[in-house]
C-alpha cells in the first residue's frame, strides 16, 4: 500500500465498515493487494546447512516444525482467509491474531503469549520507481521459527537473504530471536532512510522559501509535506513502544544472547523519533516563515503604489487647477506661468522623495 | 440524541440546572428523549436455546436470574424514573447508578462492585437519514446476565441480535462477560466508521482549499469540523480509559477466556485514538492553509492594482500637464508634439512594464 | 468576591503585600467583605431530631460537641480574626490551618489530620443580579461536626437546609461526612451550571461571528471570554485534585458507605473538567476565526477598490489624452471622433469585466 | 542583581566562559557585586536571649557552634573565594556546594547530606528606587544553626530581624529548621508581591489595547511582558521542586513540629506557580489581541479608502469626459447640459452610499 | 563535524544509507572526517608520576592494563575499522558498542556492562575561526583506564592535559571514573558557551527587530536560529538522560567519592536545559514579534496613501468639473469664481485634516 497522496485517497474510503458487523477472530483482508494467490517463502538452516525453496502449496511447509533447525515462513499475501486460517490453526495462533494479521488498519502492536510473540509492524520502504510504499507487516516468533505475513512479495529483506548463504554470519549461529531481530532491524533501518529522504524534501523546500520569489504554490507544497509527516509519524511512532516492551519481555523465547542487538534496534528507533520531531518543527516553521514571507511580499508592493501614488496625485491635481476653464485666472496669463509650475512640481516632487527616504521606503 | 448541530444547541440550554439541588441518587434524566414508555428486550439463551421476546410490563422480566441461562436485558427509554427504579432495586444496584444510567451528560466510565460491573459509553452512528446521533448507554454485567440501557430503541446490535440465531457462533458457548464484550465491539467498531466519514469530510475540505477560488465560506465549514471533532473526541476519547480499566480489572465476572477479546477492543479504541489525533492536526492545519491562501488571493489583488495604478496615474499627470490652459505653452505649439508625446508615454508604459517583469511581478 | 472583571482589577491590587511580613499563622483576610460580624448558623441533628439556630455569639456553640448529634456549624464572615481564632482554639484547629481559612488567596486544597480534614474550595455562583460571585470557603470535617467557613452569609446550600426538614432523607441517618460531601456535591453542582452559562456565551459569540458582519468590538468579547475562563479554570482545576485525595484518602473520618457518594463527586468534578477544556479550544478557536473573518472582509473591501480603479483609472487617462491642447491633434476633429472614443472605452470596459470574471472576483 | 532589562544585558555575555576550564571545587563568583568585602551577620538566641552583632572578621564566628543556642550567620558578599573557603572549611562544607554558593547561574536546588542541608533560591524583591532586583541565595542548615550567603547586604529578612526581638514569637522557641523556613518563607512571600506586580503591569497594557488607539510601539512592551515573564520564571519554577523535596525529607535536621509550616510553604509556592501560568496565558493573549486590533484598523483605514476612490474615481473620468476637445461633442450645446450632469453625478453618489450602507461600510 | 549550515547540508544526504543492509556489528564510520590515520593519545598516571605520549600504532598500548595506575587512552580518527575493532577486542567491547563508537548519528547514551560503562556524548565547540563544531565522542570507563573516542584530534581537553601536571590536583588522586567525569565536565561546561554564544546572537537580533526598520531579511535569520536551536538541542537534550542514568547507576566502576561530582555535573546539564528552553521561547516569540512589526508598518503604508489620496481625489474632481467645455457653466463667468473655488478646496483640506486628526492619524 503507498503512502496516500490526495489521488488515491478515496480508494481507501470503505475500509473501517468493512469489518462492520463481523464476529471478533473473522478474517477481513482490509488492505488493497487483492487477488492474490498465498506465497511461501520458506528458509531452513542450521549452522552447518541452509535451505530454501518458494511454494504455494500451504500444507507443504508443515513438517518443518521440530527438526532442530530454525525455520523462516515468509508469507506473501494476506488477501486468501482459507490459507491464513489453515497456517494459524498448524501453528496455534489465536484467531484474533489472525485477525490482526490481515487487518492492515492494525497499528504496530506486541502481544505475547506461551508459545510465540506476535509483533506487528508497517514496513516503508521506497520501491524501484522510487514510491514509498506502506505495508502491513506481522511476526510470530517461536521457539524454532519466525513466520512473517505480508501483503506483497515485494520487500526489503535481500541484505537478510544474502546473509544466510554466508555460514560465517552471526545469523546463521543465533536461534528465531535473533532472525526477528534482524527482520526487524532491516524495517527500521529502511525508516531512517525514508525519513531522511522526507528530510531531503524539508530542505529543498525551506532553500526555495529564501528565494525572492518563491513558487505561488509552496503553500500547497508545504501543506502536503505536513500531511506525509503525519502519516509518516503514525506508521513509525508506535513502534517505539513496541520495540520497548520487547526489550523489555520476559519471555523464554527472547534469550539474553540477543538482548543487546535489541536494544541497539531501540537505539535506532529512537534516533529516528528524534528526527521526526525535528522535521514536524521544521515544517511547522516552514509555514510560518512562508506567511512572513507573503506579508513582507505585499509590504514591498505597498510601498511602490504609495510612492507613485502620493507622488503623482497632488501633483495632477496641480495640473488640473490649470486646466479649469475660469474666465480670470491670473497665473494663466503670466508669461512665464508653466515654467514656475513645472519649477514648483519638480520642488514637490523632490521633497516627497526625501520624505521616503526618510521613512526609509526607498 | 444528535451530535448538536449550530441549530439545535439551544435546546441544550437547561441540562446542568436540571438535577440542581438534587439530592444524590434521585434520577434526573438529563436527555432530550422524553415521553417515551420503557421498553424492554430480552434474550435468553444457552448453547442449546436462544429465547427472545419484547415487553413494557417492567415484573416480567424479575424471574430471569438464575436459571442457568445468560439474560440480555436491553431497556429502552430513559425517561421513566420509575421504571429504572424497579429495576434496579431488582438486580440490587446502587441508586447512585441508576443516576448516571438517566445521566446522559455522564461522561464514559466504569465502576466495579462485587454483584456486577457498572460500565458508561456513548453510542454513536448515522440512522436512516444519514444523520449522526450520539446516545447515552449503560451497561450492568452480572454473572450470567448483562443488561443495557439506552434512549431510544434505535441501535447497532442487530448484527448481534443475527448471531444468536447461529448456535455455532462464540456467542452463544460463552457467558455474559463475552456478550458484554461483543455489544461494546459493536458500538466501537462504529466509532472507527464515525471517525472514517469526519475523515473523509476533512479531505473534500482539503480539496477544496487546494482549488483557485475556495468558496468565501469555506471558513465557516472548518469551523464546524473543528467543533465536530471536539465534541467527537469527548464523547470517545474517555473510552479509551474505560477499556483499559476492564482489561486490568481483577473481578470474577470478566473470565480468562475473554480477556484476548478485551485486548482487542483496546487495540481498536487505541487505533480509533491515533486517528482523532491525525485529523486534529489536520483540521487545525487547515485553518492555517486557508490563512495563507486568503494572504495569498490578496497579494494578487494588490499586484493588479499596483500595476494599474503605477501606469496610469504618472501617464495622467502628463496629459494634464498638457490640458492646462496657458497662455503660453511651448510643446502645445510644436506641430508634432501630440506625437511626441505619446511616444514619451509609450515608453515609459513599456520601462514600468520591465521594472514589473524584473520584480515578478507579472 | 465577584470574578474580577476589569473594572474592579485596581481594588483587588494590595493582596499579596498585605501578608507580607506577618510572622506564620497570623490570621490575615485577604478578600474584600470586610467590616462584618461573624454569623454562626447551626444545625443539629440525629435521624429523630432536626435542630438550627443563628448566633452572633460565638461561646454559645462551644458544648455542641460529643453529644451524639451531627452537628453543623456555618460560619459567614472571615474578616474577625478575633472570632476565628476563638473557635479555631475550640475546636483544636492548627494557626496555619485558620490562616488558610481567612486567606481568600489560598487555592482548592486538602489537608489531613488525626482529629479532623480541612478542606479548601471556591463557591461560585450567579446572585440574584445575575453576576457571578467566587467566594472563599473552607471545611473542617470532625467526627461529628462539620465546620464551613464562608466570606458571606449569601450561598448556595439552601437545598440541602430543606432536606434536613425531611426526616427520611439520606442526610438524617448518615454521619459528618456525609453532610461534607453533600455541601460540596451543592458546590460541584453549581459550577456546572457556571460553566454551561460559560458555554452558552461562547455560542452566541460564535453564532455571532458566523453573521456576515459581525460587530467591530467582538474581538474585545472573545478576549473578555479567554480571561473569564482563565480564571474560572484557575478556581476549579485544583478541585480535582482536592476530591480525588478525600476518595483515596484513608481516614477513620471518612466511613465506607460515603465512598460511593465521594466517587460520584468525583466523576461530577471529571465531566465538568472536560467542559472547560472543550470550551478552551472553542474560545481560542473563535480568535482564530474572527482573524480569518477579518481577513476574508479586508479581501473584499480590496476587491472593491481594484475593480473600479482598475476600471476607471485607464479611462481616465484616455479622456485626458483628449482634453490636451495640443495645437494638432487630428482625432479631435473627426466628426464622429467622440462617439467613437466612447465605443472604444465601452469596449476596454466590458474586457475588465471579462477579466474580473475570469479572476473570480465578481 | 537586577533581572536584566534590554540595556544592562551585554554585561552579562562573559558568565558562563568565566568558570570554563576551572577544576570542580574552584570557587569563581560569577556575579556582578564585585569588590565588596565580606559582612557578617550574626544572631544567636535561645527562648530566654537573643544576641546580635556584625563583623568583618570570618574568625570571629567560629566559636558559635556548639553552645545550645540557634545561631544565624548571615554571609553578605559572595566575591572573596578565600572567606568563603574560610566558611566552609569550619563548617565542613563540601567544596562543590561552595562553588554553587558563589556560582549566581546555579539554579534553585536542594542537595542533603548528614551534617547540613544546601538549599540555594532566587531572592526577587522591589529595592527603594522600586528596581525589580535578584540576588542569587544560599542556605546551609545545620543542626543548630543556619548561614545563609547572599550577594549583597540588602536584603528582604526586616520583618524576621524584628520578630526576633519578641521574646513570645514561635521563631524564638523553636530550631534552625523553624529558623530556615522562616526565611524562606520571606522570600517566597515577596515573589507574590512580584508576580502581582507583574499582573499590574499586564493589565495596564490589556486595558491599553482595549483602548480606540493604542499607542504604535505597545508591541515592545507586550515583548518585554514577554521576556521578563520568561526570566521571572526560570527563577521562580525550580524552587517548586526544591520546597516539594524539602517536604518530603527524611532528614533528622527537620523536625515534626515544622512540618506544617514547611507544607504551607508549599501551598505558597504552587499559588505562586498557578499566578505564573495564568499570567503567561495572559501575556501571550494580548500579541494575539493586539494583532488582530491592528488588523482591525488596517480594516478601517482600506474602508475610507476604498470609500474615498470609488466614489470620486468614476466622477472625475465623468467630468475627464467634458473636458475633452471634440470639435463635435453634442453634449456640451445643451443649455443646461451641466446642470443636467450634475444632477447625474449625484445620483451616481447617492447610489454609491446606498451600496456602502448595504456592505455595511458605512 | 560542524553544525551543518544551509550550504553543506546537501553532504549530509546518503548518512543512512550508508549502513543500510549491513549487518549488525559491521562498523560504518558515518561521519565527515574521513582518511584520517588513527592517532593514539596516552596519559598514565598516578599520585606519585604523571607520563604522556602519542603514538599511531595501536598494539603498543595493550600493556597499559593492570599496572596499578590510571590510564587514559584518547583515540582520534574513527574511519578505520580494522584499528577500532582492533582496540575493541583488546579491552573485550561489544562489537554493537564498536558500532556506536563509530555511527556518528548515534544519539547520546549510556551502557553499562560488568567490566565497562559506555557513554555517547556530542562535543560541541567553537574552534580557532569561530565556527561552531559539533563531533561524535565516545567513552569506555573500565576500572583503571578511560578510553575516548573522537572524529578528529582537536578537541576542548586542554585544560584537563594541564591539571595532570598538578601533582595536588584532585585528578592525580583519584581513579578512572573522576577522570571520566571531568572530561565529560569539559564537555558540558562548552555547552553552556555555546548556548550563551547562541543566546548573545538571539539578542542581536531581538535589539534590531526593535528598531524602526531593521533588515528586510531578518526573518530569514530569525529561521536561521530556530534551526540551529532545533540542532543544538538535538545534540545536548539526550545528555540529560545520560547523566542523570550515571548518576543513578550502581555499577562498582563509579565510586562513592566520585558521586558528588557527578550530581554537580547533573545540576550543570539542567541549567544548560533551562537555558535551551528560555531561547526557545525568545526564538519563536521573535517570529511572532517580526510579524507583528511588518503589520505596524504596513498600517504606517497605508494611512500615508489613505491621506494622500483621500485628501486630492475629491479636489481633483472638483477642478476636473470647472475644467469641462460646457457652453454654459455659470460659476466659470464669476469674476472671483477661480478665488472662490480656492477658498472651497482650502476649507475641504482642512475638514479632512480635522478627520484625520479625530481617527489619530496624523
Ligand atoms: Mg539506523
Ligand atoms: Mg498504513
Ligand atoms: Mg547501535
Ligand atoms: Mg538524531
Ligand atoms: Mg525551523
Ligand atoms: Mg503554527
Ligand atoms: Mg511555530
Ligand atoms: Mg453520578
Ligand atoms: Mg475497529
Ligand atoms: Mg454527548
Ligand atoms: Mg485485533
Ligand atoms: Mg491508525
Ligand atoms: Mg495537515
Ligand atoms: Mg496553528
Ligand atoms: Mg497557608
Ligand atoms: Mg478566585
Ligand atoms: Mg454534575
Ligand atoms: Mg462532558
Ligand atoms: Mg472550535
Ligand atoms: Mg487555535
Ligand atoms: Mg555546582
Ligand atoms: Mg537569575
Ligand atoms: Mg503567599
Ligand atoms: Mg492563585
Ligand atoms: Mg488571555
Ligand atoms: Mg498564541
Ligand atoms: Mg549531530
Ligand atoms: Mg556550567
Ligand atoms: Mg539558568
Ligand atoms: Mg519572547
Ligand atoms: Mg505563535
Do not use: C
Amino acid at each position: 500500500m503507498r503512502i496516500p497522496s490526495k489521488k488515491d485517497k478515496k480508494s481507501k474510503k470503505a475500509t473501517a465498515s468493512k469489518s462492520l458487523g463481523k464476529a471478533p477472530g473473522e478474517l477481513v483482508y482490509t488492505g488493497d493487494k487483492e487477488n492474490l494467490e498465498t506465497l511461501l517463502e520458506v528458509h531452513e538452516y542450521t549452522i552447518d546447512e541452509h535451505q530454501t525453496y518458494e511454494t504455494k502449496q500451504i500444507k507443504k511447509v508443515f513438517d518443518v516444525k521440530g527438526n532442530n533447525r530454525v525455520t523462516w515462513i515468509n508469507v506473501n499475501g494476506l488477501n486468501n482467509a482459507e490459507d491464513i486460517t489453515k497456517i494459524g490453526e498448524y501453528f496455534k495462533i489465536h484467531p484474533l491474531i489472525l485477525e490482526d494479521i490481515v487487518n492492515t488498519n492494525q497499528r504496530p502492536k506486541i502481544d505475547e503469549f506461551d508459545n510465540y510473540i506476535f509483533v506487528v509492524l508497517k514496513m516503508l520502504y521506497h520501491n524501484k520507481e522510487n514510491e514509498l510504499l506502506t505495508e502491513h507487516i506481522s511476526f510470530i516468533i517461536g521457539t524454532d521459527y519466525v513466520l512473517t505475513f505480508q501483503e506483497t512479495d515485494e520487500d526489503i529483506f535481500n541484505p537478510i537473504r544474502k546473509r544466510f548463504l554466508n555460514q560465517k554470519s552471526r545469523l546463521r549461529s543465533m536461534g528465531s530471536d535473533y532472525l526477528a531481530f534482524s527482520l526487524m532491524d532491516a524495517i527500521i533501518d529502511n525508516y531512517a532512510v525514508v525519513i531522511e529522504t522526507f528530510g531531503t524534501k524539508v530542505e529543498l523546500i525551506e532553500d526555495e522559501l529564501f528565494l525572492e520569489s518563491p513558487r505561488e504554490d509552496i503553500s500547497r507544497d508545504i501543506q502536503y509535506l505536513k500531511q506525509d509527516l503525519l502519516r509518516l509519524r503514525r506508521s513509525i511512532l508506535p513502534s517505539r513502544e513496541v520495540i520497548s516492551r520487547i526489550v523489555k519481555s520476559e519471555s523464554e523465547l527472547i534469550t539474553v544472547k540477543t538482548y543487546e542487538y535489541l536494544k541497539d534496534l531501540q537505539d535506532h528507533i529512537l534516533q529516528i523519533n528524534d528526527n521526526i520531531d525535528l522535521y514536524r518543527e521544521m515544517v511547522w516553521g516552514l509555514m510560518d516563515m512562508h506567511m512572513t514571507t507573503i506579508s513582507n511580499k505585499m509590504n514591498g508592493i505597498m510601498k511602490v503604489l504609495t510612492i507613485i501614488s502620493t507622488i503623482f496625485i497632488p501633483l495632477t491635481f496641480i495640473v488640473g487647477v490649470y486646466g479649469m476653464n475660469f474666465n480670470y485666472i491670473p497665473e494663466l496669463q503670466y508669461k512665464y506661468g508653466y515654467f514656475a509650475l513645472w519649477g514648483i512640481m519638480i520642488i514637490l516632487f523632490l521633497a516627497l522623495l526625501i520624505f521616503f527616504r526618510r521613512k526609509k521606503w526607498l
